[in-house]
């Protein structure tokens, strides 16, 4: 008996000629990329837009926050008072100067936590490439949204549809440390073309996720799921948005268990503690 | 000069113009169809792999990226050739060389078809066909080792040196059990000449030498070929995952270019001798159909030599490298031994069962001596009395030197597990 186990043993390479064949007839991961691609992240940072209120004011009030952040020193700002008889931003001044090196940038979208007034924010685009480095330098006249509060979409840019429609503060969660008296309450200015936006998906069911697009990661990724609670099938935010795509829903059955599981740990824990401290 | 072409129909009329012409037609084709074979072998390899690993593989260059090959020729051709400072200039640029030229000549005495008769000159479908045209494919594949250890050497670098000792301690491993596999194929042929051991094995598949021999130097056959090519799972030689890319990193530009050609017309070569010695060459059903009756030969021939060809790429697809003890562990303790044995057990049947039965009982004792033997090894490496210490504990080099100059505490104390266990009780 030792002997054949031991032959089984030898032999089992045997499952790597089996699964190679049995790879023949499974559907090809394969994106073939420049004429399809695989669908962005809702969060996903690509470049940068300068904003407009809804009466068509520019947010940006040259204050250089963004310049002063940024790891990269990739943003170059001048602030100037803005012309009384005809003012281009709301406020006392405005960005005079306001020019992004995306040879130097890194995407690490700090800028647009910096910005006190939603005036810098990103949209979903990375994929573009200059032939000189002074191309590279964006200017106001590529970064500011406009008319219709789009992005412009310059002709060596590659903008695929929903690129240019999660830009602006709206990302935001509306409540980021799980305060649920501010749920769904949005706290951000209204946008040139677009007015007050609905918040991302984030605690609670109070808000519209059909209208941000988000219902997906949100069904994903509940508050307290547990990392042995996914299915190791949608391990990979890339693997489960795509899961989900298909199936249209995520299990709604495990979550629950998973949730059960946790409420019960959680009484558990309490009834240890007390214990410990009955114990001492 | 008669003696040695006497086998070959071809020259029975001595050696006319005609006969020339002939003669260099041959060459001709044989180089052009397996330039073109070895380009579409590459596309093959990357198209079949990739199918089995869920991708798509080439599919720009040309329809199904048949051309894909081409293009990255043309890339390479217009590449830089870097030469290293350090290098042995002549024998780096001779190398390539060396491993190219073999894999061409191996093809020369392959039969690919059977017998044509064009203007009265009636000759074989293969480019020679030598008295000991087998022997010459072991002579070519033992060249071809030289010119990927002199590449290895050349290069002045250390991957590519450690490589090339790598190839050749594998080749020396592995022609020994490539060459009795042959053997037994000869005794049951009774001739050298390939066109003569396609012969002896025309007509059904029964008569081929893959039933003829037992199945068994098959097996043994194939798996030293693919260590003799270098071709997963026993591509330790350019392990790129260990060594950079092998004896070959140091080459660019069309150098490089005909290594890589080299290892797939390797692949080709050596699966069209499988064929040749096992399968029956171009034997398979001919069908009476004037003018075109020798097309299926030729049909037959090719559609093993894919068959083939396929299956190393399974291999490669299906099977992790292995590590080079295990290696060697096969090449010697297994392989070896193995095809001695069969190749004993072949030419004692073929004389009498009398002599077959004595030498079954010698096999059979020293199957029982040699795995007694591999097991006291084993024992006296890695046992709790070895007098090695075990493998994960060796010390390195440098330790033991210092503590042979430093004087640092009593040596085998320190480098025995068990005496160390002691002190931590005591």
Sequence with gaps: MGFLSELRKDLSFFGGFKLTIQHLTRPRVTFQYPEEKKPKQPRQHGRHVLNRYEDGMEKCIGCELCAGVCPAKCIYVRGLDNPPDHPVSPGERYGF????????????????????????????????????????????????????????????????????LMTSGWMRATAPAGNAAYEGIPQWSGELGYGVRQGEGGQSENRDDSVTGSKLLRDLLPGHLLKEDIDPVHLGVQGRVSRAKKQGEFNKVRLEQARDRLIAKRAQWKVDKANRKAAK | ????????????????????????????????????????????????ISDMQSRIGPNRVGPWG???????????????????????????KLAPYLVVVPAFLIFAVIPVGGTVTIAHHTFDLQVADPPMGILLVLACSGIAVYGIMLA?????????????????????????????????????????????????????????????????????????????????PFDVVEADSELVGGFNTEYSSIRFALFYLAEFMNTITMSAVMVTLFFGGPAGPVPNIPHIRWIFPIMWFTLKVVAFCYMYIWFRAALPRMRYDQLMDLGWKKLIPASLAWMLLVAAALTSWRWA??????????????????????????????????????????????????????EVASLDDTASDEEVEA
């Design chain 1, 97 to 164: 100067v306001y020019e992004i090196n995306y040879l130097r940038c890194i995407n690490c979208m700090l800028c647009v936590e910096a910005c006190p007034t939603e005036a810098i924010t990103d949209s979903k685009m990375f994929e573009f490439s200059f032939t000189n480095r002074s191309d590279a330098i964006y200017t106001k006249t590529e970064l500011v949204v406009d008319d219709e509060g789009r992005p412009q979409k310059m002709p060596w840019e590659d903008w695929r549809e929903g690129d240019d």
């Design chain 2, 357 to 410: 039965l004595i030498v079954l009982a010698a096999v059979f004792i020293g199957w029982i001596a040699l795995t007694q033997a591999f097991e006291i090894g084993a024992d006296r490496e890695l046992s709790d009395a070895s007098v090695l210490p075990t493998i994960g504990q060796r010390p390195l080099p440098g330790r033991v030197l210092r503590r042979m100059t430093d004087g640092d505490g009593d």
């Design chain 2, 66 to 92: 048949l051309l894909q090959t081409l293009a990255d020729g043309i890339k390479l051709f217009f590449k830089e050739d870097l030469i290293p400072a350090e290098s042995d200039r002549f024998v780096f």
């Design chain 2, 152 to 232: 290895g050497w050349a290069s002045g670098s250390k991957y590519p040196l450690m490589s090339s000792v790598r190839a050749s301690a594998q080749m020396v491993s592995y022609e020994a059990a490539l060459g009795m596999n042959v053997v037994t194929v000869l005794l049951v042929c009774n001739s050298l000449s390939t066109r003569a051991i396609v012969d002896a094995q025309g007509g059904a598949f029964w008569h081929w030498n893959l039933i003829k021999t037992g199945l068994v130097p098959f097996v043994l056959f194939l798996i030293a070929a693919t260590a003799e090519l270098n071709r997963p």
């Design chain 2, 1 to 48: 000069m008669n003696g040695m072409l006497a086998a070959d129909h071809l020259f029975d009329q001595g050696l006319t113009l005609a006969v020339f012409i002939i003669v260099v037609v041959k060459v001709v084709v044989a180089f052009a169809v397996l330039m073109g074979a070895v380009t579409l072998m590459i596309w093959f390899e990357r198209k079949a």
